[in-house]
């Protein structure tokens, strides 16, 4: 099975003056489930870890797809780094090492970033949007990287969660693809 990094944007977030704790809202908790089963139900998605921001949205969302894919809450970790005003460059080198699925909960412009930095080589402001409860999936890409360089990946696909009528998901893969292709 192909390395794949899941980037999964925090849904839709009450407003609130101390941005640290904002809860998601009623709407951001649905689109949490109905994301988590969509992609339990489509079986492209694994992980053995679920890195998160130590934001409360981040974390509620995080939970509720750990939730929702059955994954056991120790796959659950606060991880520094990962605040929307943070530089992805620890982040991208952090993701190279070793796990092979791995998602991390966070914001914008964060993990459009971090996406930039992992498929071109640079964190290009605006080549990527996540809005709200989206699931980025990229693979890396088998190459021979120079000592210290990050790792290429390519984007395998997104989830947006306007997509999703009625919780399920809008694709299947072909009868007779794999998915790991």
Not at 8 to 17: K, L, N, P, T, Y
Not at 154 to 167: I, K, M, S, T, Y
Request: proline share 6%; with cysteine; net charge positive.
């Amino acid at each position: 099975m192909k390395r794949r990094l899941y980037l999964i944007r925090h849904a839709d977030a009450a407003e609130g003056r101390d941005d640290a704790v904002r809860p998601l809202s009623h709407k951001g908790e649905e689109t949490a489930r109905r994301v988590a089963f969509a992609l339990r139900a489509s079986g492209e998605f694994s992980v053995d870890r679920l890195w998160h921001s130590p934001l409360l949205r981040a974390r509620q969302t995080a939970r509720l797809m750990a939730d929702g894919l059955g994954l056991d809450t120790g796959a659950l970790e606060a991880t520094r780094g990962m605040l929307p005003s943070d530089d992805p460059r620890w982040m991208a080198a952090a993701v190279d090492k070793g796990r092979r699925g791995l998602a991390l909960v966070g914001h914008e412009p964060y993990l459009s970033l971090l996406a930039c930095l992992l498929v071109f080589g640079e964190p290009i402001p605006g080549a990527f949007k996540l809005r709200k409860g989206a699931v980025l999936c990229l693979d890396r890409v088998d190459s021979k990287a120079k000592q210290g360089a990050i790792q290429r990946w390519r984007v395998r696909w997104l989830l947006d969660p306007e997509l999703l009528a009625g919780g399920t998901m809008p694709w299947k893969l072909p009868a007779g693809r794999r998915s790991d292709d």
